[in-house]
């Protein structure tokens, strides 16, 4: 396989796989863990969990970014 083209599909992968990681990770502590529902009062549990959420969400977007903003040379 030529080297620009694995490049490519490297990237494609980490970033799926991170992302989903992502995902799973906030829907189980979100919708299994019952942290995403603000029942009848907001506790330390939603504010943590909406924090994290947020923080990890933006880290998460500026990764990928960063790693998709870096040219790939399919010439070589």
Not at 11 to 29: E, K, Q
């Amino acid at each position: 396989m030529e080297p620009g083209v694995k490049k490519y599909l490297i990237r494609i992968v980490n970033t799926l796989s991170l992302g989903l990681l992502w995902m799973a990770l906030n829907s189980t502590f979100g919708i299994m863990y019952d942290y995403a529902f603000i029942h009848d009062r907001l506790s330390i549990g939603n504010i943590l969990f909406y924090t994290w959420f947020l923080a990890s969400l933006t880290a998460f977007l500026w990764w990928v970014v960063k790693i998709w903003s870096k040219p790939i040379n399919f010439e070589e």
